[in-house]
T-cell receptor, first 114, second 110 residues
Framework: GDSVTQMEGPVTLSEEAFLTINCTYT??????LFWYVQYPGEGLQLLLK?????DKGSNKGFEATYRKETTSFHLEKGSVQVSDSAVYFC?????????????FGSGTQLTVLP | NAGVTQTPKFQVLKTGQSMTLQCAQD?????MSWYRQDPGMGLRLIHY???????DQGEVPNGYNVSRSTTEDFPLRLLSAAPSQTSVYFC?????????FGQGTRLTVV
């Protein structure tokens, strides 16, 4: 079945540092890929998504590129802020073009220090 | 803009008790789903529905029942709670390409 493997945390960075959170996946066909963010005490919010190979999703300075050849969707940000501290989840949907029946990675806790 | 609303936010149950976790959405989404979140395991799909009267099982359906009588509501029922069902439960609804999550219900079974 489908699976998502995500970089283990926790990750601690200083403000303005470069962020990479690795995500690789296993799926048949052409899944849609997502990054969700969870702030303390809240539900998950969509951060960005990509629906086909070589698509780049971007939002709030975060980027991730759908790499089918390496089955990866790594999250990057050039300069993190304290407000980016949260848990980040990589996810896929095996239903093309949708966000249905999501399979999630285990999550990466990010803490950004001032 | 309510979005996806879950009640209650917190609940403690004794083993063997039953309860219903409520989920309502006001975005007229056909698709709704329930996930549970456990430490180190991300979120796992329990049940989902593609429209009123239609439900199906996800990855971890055992011990849970659902029904979908209206587009807006998708309750999750625990018939006989077990300590293994201690978790945080999230309801989500979606349209093409985007899933919207509620704020979660933290359930403890003692």
């Amino acid at each position: 079945g489908d699976s998502v493997t995500q970089m283990e945390g926790p990750v601690t960075l200083s403000e303005e540092a470069f962020l990479t959170i690795n995500c690789t996946y296993t799926a048949t066909g052409y899944p849609s890929l997502f990054w969700y963010v969870q702030y303390p005490g809240e539900g998950l919010q969509l951060l960005l998504k990509a629906t086909k190979a070589d698509d780049k999703g971007s939002n709030k300075g975060f980027e991730a590129t759908y790499r089918k050849e390496t089955t990866s969707f790594h999250l990057e940000k050039g300069s993190v802020q304290v407000s980016d501290s949260a848990v980040y989840f990589c996810a896929l949907s095996g239903v093309p073009g949708s966000a249905r029946q999501l399979t999630f990675g285990s999550g990466t806790q990010l803490t950004v220090l001032p | 803009n309510a979005g996806v609303t879950q009640t209650p936010k917190f609940q403690v149950l004794k083993t063997g008790q039953s309860m219903t976790l409520q989920c309502a959405q006001d975005m007229n989404h056909e698709y709704m789903s329930w996930y549970r979140q456990d430490p180190g395991m991300g979120l796992r799909l329990i049940h989902y529905s593609v429209g009123a009267g239609i439900t199906d099982q996800g990855e971890v359906p055992n011990g849970y029942n659902v029904s979908r009588s209206t587009t807006e509501d998708f309750p999750l029922r625990l018939l006989s709670a077990a300590p293994s069902q201690t978790s945080v439960y999230f309801c989500a609804s979606g349209q093409t390409g985007i899933a919207f999550f509620g704020q979660g219900t933290r359930l403890t079974v003692v």
